[in-house]
């Protein structure tokens, strides 16, 4: 399968490019091989240092990559400039706090001296999404550059120029060459990779099924796996909450990057005193945004990032219907150029339905109807899905309780799931293990090294 940049709101192919043999292979993962050992032995600060210039490069080039990931996946500009900035942060987060997360750990013990020594575990594999092809690999890439690891990229079919300038953006920041390469592989060359001796570890972001492949090979060969994989997060609305504050929430985490992110809220689960009220005011705010060019500042909703996603997503959409769903607004599959799908609400969803069962990843929220608050938090936790959760309530004690109880990795009261640096990142259940981001993702791949002294 070919590299192909094709412009999601058009149509057009603007870049193409043939896969590596195994020759280029072969020479890209021996150079990343000769230089780990001297990334792995410069000092902690130096590599943070160097960590640190990728910020200063993002920011000098966030136009031109912003108008890069605009074209590639169709996402609207202003958050493709929000998504460079927070490569940015990621990178200055852990110049600023990585050294202090890899300091030798000193544990009381009957030694004279024994401690925990973080030392870096080698090459890391990323096999990387294209939904937000620089973020997801910087929250990888920082942590693990920092640590003293090396990295190789391989990356989605469809972002090869994004794929390509993320090893312009880092090799050009000054870091040593080899230190992270960009692998323009095919998906079915994966395996060899993952069973190179040179390979460390591997971490994915990704599908389910592209996640029980990785993990598969990974254990086969004793090396180490983080998964991030798909979500269907909660948004649980409760009757005692702001609904009109929910419902802006609700349009901001749905509809943020085309509808196309693991941690978008995605199951609108309702108490019975607010129900009828947010659907009527989510349907109203989901019909008046504007659907459009991504590039253009007044647009809300682009394009999906590819037409044969966006058929997929309304296949689920529409079996569903026919299953007992009842469609709010659109649903509906535009008869023009582009991969573009209106905003669009599902009212009385039920277990069965493919849209209760499956992730939609794309512009379309689901609503699911509780007796109760207990039997929301049933209805949370009634998925193989386990990434964010959300809770909505003017009590902030009682959405304390009940977020502690949805079965996820990352719940929040009154506010939308995101990732920040500070905090760690990953899932549970089929959303996959292990975390990113914080100390706890960059502690993931190193040697957590017992050193007992007498």
């Not at 959760?389 to 009154?414: H, K, M, P, Y």
Request: aromatic share 8%; glycine share 8%; proline share 6%.
């Amino acid at each position: 399968m070919a590299f192909e940049s094709i412009d999601p709101s058009t149509g057009e192919t603007f870049f193409h490019m043939e896969p590596w043999g195994e020759a280029e292979r072969e020479a890209a993962l021996a150079a990343v091989a000769a230089a780990t050992p001297g990334w792995a032995a410069t000092p902690v600060a130096e590599r943070a240092e160097a960590v640190r210039a990728i910020a200063g490069e993002l920011r000098r080039r966030a136009d031109e990559l912003a108008t890069l990931i605009t074209r590639e996946v169709g996402k609207l500009h202003r958050e493709a400039r929000g998504e460079i900035e927070k490569c940015a942060w990621v990178c200055e987060y852990y110049a600023d706090h990585g050294p202090g997360f890899l300091a030798d750990e000193p544990i009381e013990t009957d030694a004279g001296k024994s401690l925990v020594a973080y030392q870096p575990l080698g090459t890391v594999l990323a096999v990387m999404p294209w939904n937000f092809p620089f973020w997801q690999v910087f929250r990888f890439a920082a942590p693990a550059l920092v640590a003293g690891n090396t990295g190789v990229l391989k990356h989605a079919s469809n972002v090869p120029q994004s794929a390509l300038a993320i090893e312009e953006v880092i090799r050009d920041a000054g870091l040593p060459a080899d230190t992270f390469r960009t692998l323009m592989i095919r998906a079915a060359d994966v395996d060899a990779v993952i069973d190179d001796p040179r390979i460390a570890a591997v971490t994915l972001t990704g599908s389910e099924p592209a996640g029980r492949a990785v993990a598969s090979r990974a254990a086969a060969n004793i090396k180490k796996a983080v998964l991030e994989l798909g979500g269907s997060d909660p948004f649980i609305v409760l009757d005692d909450a702001d609904v009109e504050q929910a419902v802006e929430a609700a349009a901001t985490s749905r509809f943020l990057n085309n509808g196309q992110s693991c941690i978008a809220a995605k199951r609108f689960i309702l108490t019975p005193g607010i129900a009828d009220d947010f659907v009527e005011r989510f349907r109203r705010r989901v019909e008046a945004m504007t659907v459009g060019d991504p590039a253009a500042e007044t647009t809300q909703l682009g394009p999906m990032a590819r037409t044969d996603l966006r058929d997929e997503l309304h296949t689920q959409v529409a079996d569903s219907v026919r299953a007992g769903a009842q469609v709010v607004t659109g649903c509906t599959l535009p008869d023009s150029p582009g991969a573009f799908y209106p905003p669009s609400i599902l009212d009385h969803v039920a277990e069965g339905q493919r849209a209760f069962e499956e992730e939609l990843f794309g512009p379309v929220a689901i609503v699911l109807r509780a007796d109760d608050a207990e039997h929301a938090v049933n209805l949370a936790n009634g998925s193989r899905f386990g990434l964010g959760g959300a809770v909505w309530t003017a009590d902030s004690q009682r959405g304390e309780a009940i977020a502690r109880r949805l079965e996820c990795g990352a719940a929040f009261v009154n506010g939308i799931v995101k990732s920040d640096p500070r905090l760690p990142f990953g899932g549970v259940k089929a959303s996959g293990f292990g975390r990113e981001l914080s100390r706890h993702g960059i502690q993931e791949f190193v040697n957590a090294k017992t050193v007992w002294v007498k």
